[in-house]
């Protein structure tokens, strides 16, 4: 069974970091279909940031120059390191990725990480 868990959500104060983390379990991440996702309480949920095919990463404008994406293959691990947070960044995190298992991908979502930054 393909997995994916997050974790490092918290409550922080404005102009503070935090880094999130999503560990895949039963299957290896793809090389370009892992994301970030956010969902803000009444509001769609939303790309954050994501892997490109071509080895590149995709950051929301609203987040550009302050979240960083970043993966670790030997610990099967994808990172989401946040600074400068504004309250508006407030929102459950989710990590979304294909994972590699007994030759196919299978797309799957984390239960998501609650990130509250206060003014």
């Known amino acids: 069974q393909v997995q994916l868990v997050e974790s490092g959500g918290g409550l922080v104060q404005a102009g503070g970091s935090l880094r999130l983390s999503c560990a895949a379990s039963?299957?290896?991440?793809?090389?370009?279909?892992v994301g970030w996702y956010r969902q803000a309480p009444g509001k769609e949920r939303e790309l954050v940031a994501r892997f490109t095919s071509g080895g590149n990463t995709n950051y929301a404008d609203s987040v550009k120059g302050r979240f960083t994406m970043s993966r670790d293959n030997a610990k099967n691990m994808v990172y989401l390191q946040m600074n400068s947070l504004k309250p508006e960044d407030t929102a459950v995190y989710f990590c979304?990725?294909?994972?590699?298992?007994?030759?196919?991908?299978?797309?799957?979502w984390g239960q998501g990480t609650q990130v509250t930054v206060s003014p």
């Open positions: 039963g299957g290896v991440f793809s090389s370009d279909v």
């Open positions: 979304n990725a294909n994972l590699y298992i007994r030759g196919a991908y299978w797309n799957a």
